[in-house]
């Protein structure tokens, strides 16, 4: 697959002892992309990046880069350079000497050296740095020297190993925006592992989705997120609430599907084809979800459609929204809403076991195959 | 270190051509390979400086020797001698016990010492575990002449109470018996019982405590209940330190055992040189590898059963 | 029992955080526990220190009451005979061995520190045994071999015998020092380019180098003491050591072996500070931050 891609993974599979770390994986990255590993810890994600890096070899399969065979090259030779995870400033270096580490072999004059640090000192927003010392940094400032260091060859590609992992909430969400501008600045191809959905949403061009050495669906953050290709991708990204269902009618892109207790539900089909009869799941997005202390006027109960009745079983004070878990006859999970809160509250914790009216648009379900 | 792998500038696959490539592609991708790499020269090292030799000690013990002429004929003369002389046998058993009690006292004695710089001592802990660890390093040889010194007919002890005017004739029971063996053995060998204790009882999660005494447990209940049963493992790791090297000891029992402190060390260093029966001591040096073997089985045993029992 | 877990001196670091650990309103207790400290020191340090005592005083009986003040004892050790040729053999063997345990040993620990290897429990185990086998064994034993190859016993011989207990005390000592070493950082090294040989000699070495300092010492005063195996392997050049046993057999030579003896427990004890200085120096390893 995508043998001509920027960065081809071609079959690729992983062994430790026993263990399949990495299990036949195939997909390409083009260049300039902002490409993301999602997955939670063990999926193999943080593998994958070390074979193109160099790190680890595969067991089986090929890797590609621009064109050239890696494999069998030691991380030396490969065009590629790394953020680590611990960022593994050189701690006996000063900044200066750590962002040029790897112009030795071009034995620069002086001068020249000096001029290419600053210049990645000055992009990093550091400058100033050089003389300074791993443990004289603080994390984000650790960050940002990794980061110098890794570009400072212009590499084909850089790997990001979960880098903003050990900053605070803050910083990381500073650095995130920084990090995707400085990778449309730099125009290089980025590959970024990490686990958390949302750094992930925000920074990638296209992001895969991986569980246990697999991925489940490769796609744009808004596509991944909208149009789930599975229960498992459905799932992990965001909160999506499950609802058994049959396929009765299909037409013009839309299917009416019988959801069991729930009666009958709209849902867009998005140019999936699915017969009659065929047993699918209705995934709803709980902030997609409205909820109502009223019942829908009648017009609308006839008219419209995906009206249920519940009981309010659990409301969460967010602050900026609410979570509220609705029981509905018939159905073993709660159905999760958010609702942002337009007006001081509606629901609170004394709202508890009142009648409630959830509606959603035939737009907002996506319906996926039962497996 | 970095593993020592043939770069060449080439790339694509390496098909398996050869030797060199092959060698290359197994290093990269298994870590195995790599370690025992790094590790072939000390392994190789340690085979034939330590391995073979014991091998080999094996081996001859079962020789047997005649005047100045050694039988290569498989023998188990040497093994029926020590089993039909008393004496030989009496010397093991001593050593043994000499051993057991120098173990016991040592670290008895470094519990305390090792209790105190883990959890009392708060600036300078480094300088304490410097002034434990300082004479350990110094001449062995040394320090149990300075016990000969100390313990001696006109030692230190014996003429500082003469002079003091306690005694009026030199304590004979100081010098030249079993309890100047273990004493001696038991000062030199000290920083040994010390050092693991103390790593364990550092490794102790100061709130484990500080629970046990939110529970209601008093300093004494804390005491038993947590720290040395989560101490053990150190307890148990600075005995072996201590028993087993201790012995095949010769120089302690030499310098200050006395005839009724000779040891089973004393035995084989004698077979190695004055008696010069090179078989009889490796089968006496064999059979005290397997006394020793036999005594730390039954004690790791015993420590595993009393540990499960208890916990 | 694993010999890895009773590393003798907790790092820099392990101590802070203890300190960080303990509540700060829990006084300090000294009582009985410090009476017993101090008890326990002198029993350690007390014995040894009669050496350095005695050999000032101007008798040649070892026994109070001390008669006077004298330097005589170092003058006339310095004239014996055979003092300055074993001195010499000493370290024309604790050197080779320090160095080359060293090495060794750090080459183990690298390997035992950095990669997941099956049966290494066992091998380390298998390196660390001479801390603990008797002596006398690993002696006979090598002697039984030496002499079936035929190699004759020399100085050279003496050095054989001190590598294993060197490689295994070099290999702790290494170990407590690369446990810790963020293994990101060679591989960072390898990332920007540089290949094995050059990642050592620009980023492990200098990183490591305090530990290797330690271990040289320490490697050196174990050779430099030892008397078992060199009395089991030794030829007719005697190593220090040996010296001192063979003029302890005459009671005339004593105050000149005390005298000896205090030069040499100092220039150990010397040694081995600096050493145990050397090995708790350095840049810590941790390149993460808790921010």
Same mark, same amino acid.
């Given at each position: 697959?995508?043998?001509?891609?920027?960065?081809?993974?071609?079959?690729?599979?992983?062994?430790?002892?026993?263990? /399949?770390?990495?299990?036949?994986?195939?997909?390409?990255?083009?260049?300039?992309?902002?490409?993301?590993?999602?997955?939670?810890?063990?999926?193999?994600?943080?593998?994958?990046?070390?074979?193109?890096?160099?790190?680890?070899?595969?067991?089986? !399969?090929?890797?590609?880069?621009?064109?050239?065979?890696?494999?069998?090259?030691?991380?030396?030779?490969?065009?590629?350079?790394?953020?680590?995870?611990?960022?593994?400033?050189?701690?006996?270096?000063?900044?200066?000497?750590?962002? !040029?580490?790897?112009?030795?072999?071009?034995?620069?004059?002086?001068?020249?050296?000096?001029?290419?640090?600053?210049?990645?000192?000055?992009?990093?927003?550091?400058?100033?740095?050089?003389? /300074?010392?791993?443990?004289?940094?603080?994390?984000?400032?650790?960050?940002?020297?990794?980061?110098?260091?890794?570009?400072?060859?212009?590499?084909?590609?850089?790997?990001?190993?979960?880098?903003?992992?050990?900053?605070?909430?803050?910083?990381?969400?500073?650095?995130?925006?920084?990090?995707?501008?400085?990778?449309?600045?730099?125009?290089?191809?980025?590959?970024?592992?990490?686990?958390?959905?949302?750094?992930?949403?925000?920074?990638?061009?296209?992001?895969?989705?991986?569980?246990?050495? /697999?991925?489940?669906?490769?796609?744009?953050?808004?596509?991944?997120?909208?149009?789930?290709?599975?229960?498992?991708?459905?799932?992990?990204?965001?909160?999506?609430?499950?609802?058994?269902?049959?396929?009765?009618?299909?037409?013009?892109?839309?299917?009416?599907?019988?959801?069991?207790?729930?009666?009958?539900?709209?849902?867009?089909?998005?140019?999936? /084809?699915?017969?009659?009869?065929?047993?699918?799941?209705?995934?709803?997005?709980?902030?997609?979800?409205?909820?109502?202390?009223?019942?829908?006027?009648?017009?609308?109960?006839?008219?419209?459609?995906?009206?249920?009745?519940?009981?309010?079983?659990?409301?969460?004070?967010?602050?900026?929204?609410?979570?509220?878990?609705?029981?509905?006859?018939?159905?073993?999970?709660?159905?999760?809403?958010?609702?942002?809160?337009?007006?001081?509250?509606?629901?609170?914790?004394?709202?508890?076991?009142?009648?409630?009216?959830?509606?959603?648009?035939?737009?907002?379900?996506?319906?996926?195959?039962?497996? | 270190?970095?593993?020592?792998?043939?770069?060449?500038?080439?790339?694509?696959?390496?098909?398996?051509?050869?030797?060199?490539?092959?060698?290359?592609?197994?290093?990269?991708?298994?870590?195995?390979?790599?370690?025992?790499?790094?590790?072939?020269?000390?392994?190789?090292?340690?085979?034939?400086?330590?391995?073979?030799?014991?091998?080999?000690?094996?081996?001859?013990?079962?020789?047997?020797?005649?005047?100045?002429?050694?039988?290569?004929?498989?023998?188990?003369?040497?093994?029926?001698?020590?089993?039909?002389?008393?004496?030989?046998?009496?010397?093991?058993?001593?050593?043994?016990?000499?051993?057991?009690?120098?173990?016991?006292?040592?670290?008895?004695?470094?519990?305390?010492?090792?209790?105190?710089?883990?959890?009392?001592?708060?600036?300078?802990?480094?300088?304490?575990?410097?002034?434990?660890?300082?004479?350990?390093?110094?001449?062995?040889?040394?320090?149990?002449?300075?016990?000969?010194?100390?313990?001696?007919?006109?030692?230190?002890?014996?003429?500082?109470?003469?002079?003091?005017?306690?005694?009026?004739?030199?304590?004979?029971?100081?010098?030249?018996?079993?309890?100047?063996?273990?004493?001696?053995?038991?000062?030199?060998?000290?920083?040994?019982?010390?050092?693991?204790?103390?790593?364990?009882?550092?490794?102790?999660?100061?709130?484990?405590?500080?629970?046990?005494?939110?529970?209601?447990?008093?300093?004494?209940?804390?005491?038993?209940?947590?720290?040395?049963?989560?101490?053990?493992?150190?307890?148990?790791?600075?005995?072996?330190?201590?028993?087993?090297?201790?012995?095949?000891?010769?120089?302690?029992?030499?310098?200050?055992?006395?005839?009724?402190?000779?040891?089973?060390?004393?035995?084989?260093?004698?077979?190695?040189?004055?008696?010069?029966?090179?078989?009889?001591?490796?089968?006496?040096?064999?059979?005290?590898?397997?006394?020793?073997?036999?005594?730390?089985?039954?004690?790791?045993?015993?420590?595993?059963?009393?540990?499960?029992?208890?916990? | 029992?694993?010999?890895?877990?009773?590393?003798?001196?907790?790092?820099?670091?392990? +101590?802070?955080?203890?300190?960080? +650990?303990?509540?700060?309103?829990?006084?300090?207790?000294?009582?009985?526990?410090?009476?017993?400290?101090?008890?326990?020191?002198?029993?350690?340090?007390?014995?040894?220190?009669?050496?350095?005592?005695?050999?000032?005083?101007?008798?040649?009986?070892?026994?109070?009451?001390?008669?006077?003040?004298?330097?005589?004892?170092?003058?006339?050790?310095?004239?014996?005979?055979?003092?300055?040729?074993?001195?010499?053999?000493?370290?024309?063997?604790?050197?080779?061995?320090?160095?080359?345990?060293?090495?060794?040993?750090?080459?183990?620990?690298?390997?035992?520190?950095?990669?997941?290897?099956?049966?290494?429990?066992?091998?380390?185990?298998?390196?660390?045994?001479?801390?603990?086998?008797?002596?006398?064994?690993?002696?006979?034993?090598?002697?039984?071999?030496?002499?079936?190859?035929?190699?004759?016993?020399?100085?050279?011989?003496?050095?054989?015998?001190?590598?294993?207990?060197?490689?295994?005390?070099?290999?702790?000592?290494?170990?407590?020092?690369?446990?810790?070493?963020?293994?990101?950082?060679?591989?960072?090294?390898?990332?920007?380019?540089?290949?094995?040989?050059?990642?050592?000699?620009?980023?492990?070495?200098?990183?490591?180098?305090?530990?290797?300092?330690?271990?040289?010492?320490?490697?050196?005063?174990?050779?430099?003491?030892?008397?078992?195996?060199?009395?089991?392997?030794?030829?007719?050049?005697?190593?220090?050591?040996?010296?001192?046993?063979?003029?302890?057999?005459?009671?005339?030579?004593?105050?000149?072996?005390?005298?000896?003896?205090?030069?040499?427990?100092?220039?150990?004890?010397?040694?081995?500070?600096?050493?145990?200085?050397?090995?708790?120096?350095?840049?810590?390893?941790?390149?993460?931050?808790?921010?």
């Amino acid at each position: 697959m995508n043998a001509n891609a920027f960065i081809a993974i071609d079959d690729v599979s992983k062994d430790f002892g026993t263990v /399949r770390a990495v299990d036949r994986v195939a997909f390409g990255i083009a260049r300039g992309e902002f490409f993301s590993l999602l997955g939670p810890s063990g999926c193999g994600k943080t593998t994958l990046l070390r074979m193109l890096a160099g790190f680890e070899f595969p067991t089986e !399969g090929e890797i590609y880069i621009d064109g050239q065979a890696m494999a069998s090259e030691p991380p030396e030779n490969r065009p590629v350079n790394m953020v680590f995870q611990s960022y593994a400033i050189f701690p006996h270096l000063t900044v200066r000497k750590n962002i !040029g580490y790897s112009l030795r072999r071009d034995r620069l004059s002086r001068v020249e050296f000096d001029r290419k640090v600053g210049r990645m000192l000055e992009l990093i927003k550091l400058p100033g740095y050089e003389e /300074r010392k791993s443990h004289e940094l603080s994390g984000g400032e650790r960050q940002r020297v990794a980061l110098a260091r890794a570009l400072i060859r212009r590499p084909k590609v850089l790997l990001l190993d979960e880098p903003l992992g050990a900053l605070d909430k803050q910083l990381r969400e500073q650095m995130q925006l920084e990090l995707r501008d400085l990778q449309r600045e730099v125009g290089i191809t980025f590959v970024f592992v990490t686990h958390d959905q949302e750094e992930a949403l925000t920074m990638s061009d296209r992001i895969a989705v991986m569980s246990k050495g /697999r991925y489940l669906q490769i796609d744009t953050p808004t596509q991944l997120y909208e149009a789930p290709r599975s229960r498992e991708v459905a799932a992990f990204i965001g909160s999506m609430n499950f609802f058994d269902a049959r396929v009765e009618e299909v037409a013009d892109g839309h299917a009416r599907v019988a959801a069991g207790p729930l009666g009958h539900l709209r849902a867009a089909t998005r140019a999936k /084809r699915f017969s009659v009869g065929e047993t699918v799941l209705a995934a709803v997005r709980p902030e997609k979800i409205t909820i109502s202390s009223r019942p829908p006027a009648p017009s609308d109960a006839s008219g419209g459609t995906n009206f249920v009745k519940g009981v309010l079983d659990a409301t969460a004070y967010l602050g900026d929204r609410s979570h509220h878990y609705i029981r509905l006859p018939g159905v073993d999970k709660p159905v999760a809403v958010s609702a942002q809160n337009l007006n001081p509250a509606e629901f609170d914790v004394e709202s508890r076991k009142r009648d409630v009216w959830l509606n959603w648009s035939s737009e907002a379900v996506v319906l996926l195959r039962a497996t | 270190m970095s593993e020592p792998t043939a770069v060449s500038t080439g790339s694509g696959v390496a098909p398996m051509g050869t030797p060199l490539r092959w060698w290359r592609r197994l290093i990269l991708r298994n870590e195995a390979v790599r370690g025992y790499t790094l590790l072939s020269p000390t392994l190789f090292l340690m085979t034939l400086a330590l391995g073979a030799p014991v091998f080999f000690l094996f081996l001859v013990s079962f020789f047997t020797q005649d005047l100045l002429e050694i039988s290569t004929d498989f023998s188990l003369e040497n093994y029926m001698s020590f089993l039909g002389k008393e004496n030989y046998q009496k010397l093991l058993w001593r050593s043994l016990k000499v051993s057991g009690f120098v173990t016991v006292l040592s670290v008895v004695l470094a519990y305390p010492m090792a209790y105190f710089i883990a959890f009392r001592v708060r600036k300078n802990k480094f300088a304490w575990l410097i002034l434990i660890t300082v004479p350990f390093w110094t001449s062995y040889l040394l320090r149990v002449f300075a016990w000969k010194i100390v313990l001696g007919h006109n030692g230190v002890i014996n003429s500082g109470l003469t002079e003091l005017g306690f005694i009026e004739e030199p304590l004979t029971f100081l010098l030249y018996n079993p309890f100047a063996v273990v004493l001696t053995l038991a000062h030199a060998w000290a920083a040994f019982a010390i050092m693991p204790i103390y790593v364990s009882l550092e490794k102790i999660d100061r709130s484990l405590l500080e629970a046990a005494r939110d529970l209601g447990d008093g300093p004494a209940m804390r005491f038993w209940r947590v720290t040395l049963p989560l101490s053990m493992a150190g307890v148990v790791a600075a005995s072996l330190l201590v028993f087993i090297p201790t012995v095949g000891d010769f120089v302690t029992p030499t310098m200050v055992g006395g005839p009724k402190g000779t040891l089973i060390g004393n035995l084989i260093q004698i077979q190695f040189g004055k008696a010069n029966n090179w078989p009889l001591g490796a089968a006496l040096s064999v059979i005290s590898l397997i006394a020793i073997t036999a005594v730390v089985c039954a004690f790791l045993w015993f420590t595993k059963r009393v540990r499960t029992q208890e916990l | 029992m694993t010999i890895r877990d009773t590393a003798p001196v907790a790092s820099g670091e392990a +101590r802070t955080k203890t300190r960080a +650990r303990r509540a700060p309103d829990a006084a300090p207790r000294i009582g009985a526990l410090g009476v017993f400290a101090v008890l326990y020191l002198a029993f350690i340090y007390a014995p040894v220190l009669f050496i350095p005592l005695f050999s000032f005083n101007d008798s040649t009986y070892i026994a109070f009451p001390l008669s006077g003040f004298t330097t005589e004892w170092y003058v006339t050790m310095s004239r014996s005979d055979g003092l300055v040729g074993a001195l010499t053999n000493s370290i024309k063997v604790a050197t080779p061995a320090a160095v080359v345990s060293t090495l060794l040993g750090t080459l183990a620990a690298k390997a035992v520190t950095r990669y997941r290897m099956p049966g290494m429990e066992a091998v380390v185990s298998f390196i660390m045994s001479p801390l603990v086998v008797p002596a006398i064994i690993v002696g006979v034993a090598l002697l039984i071999i030496v002499n079936a190859i035929g190699i004759e016993l020399s100085l050279f011989t003496v050095f054989l015998a001190h590598l294993p207990p060197c490689t295994a005390f070099a290999m702790w000592i290494m170990i407590s020092r690369l446990e810790g070493f963020d293994a990101a950082i060679e591989e960072a090294s390898r990332d920007l380019g540089e290949g094995p040989w050059m990642t050592f000699w620009r980023v492990t070495f200098p990183l490591i180098v305090p530990g290797v300092v330690a271990s040289l010492l320490l490697t050196f005063t174990i050779s430099f003491d030892e008397y078992v195996l060199a009395s089991f392997l030794g030829g007719s050049e005697p190593t220090l050591p040996i010296y001192i046993y063979s003029q302890l057999r005459f009671p005339w030579q004593l105050p000149n072996v005390l005298a000896l003896a205090t030069i040499l427990l100092f220039a150990s004890f010397a040694l081995v500070y600096i050493a145990m200085r050397f090995r708790n120096r350095g840049v810590q390893f941790k390149t993460t931050t808790g921010v």
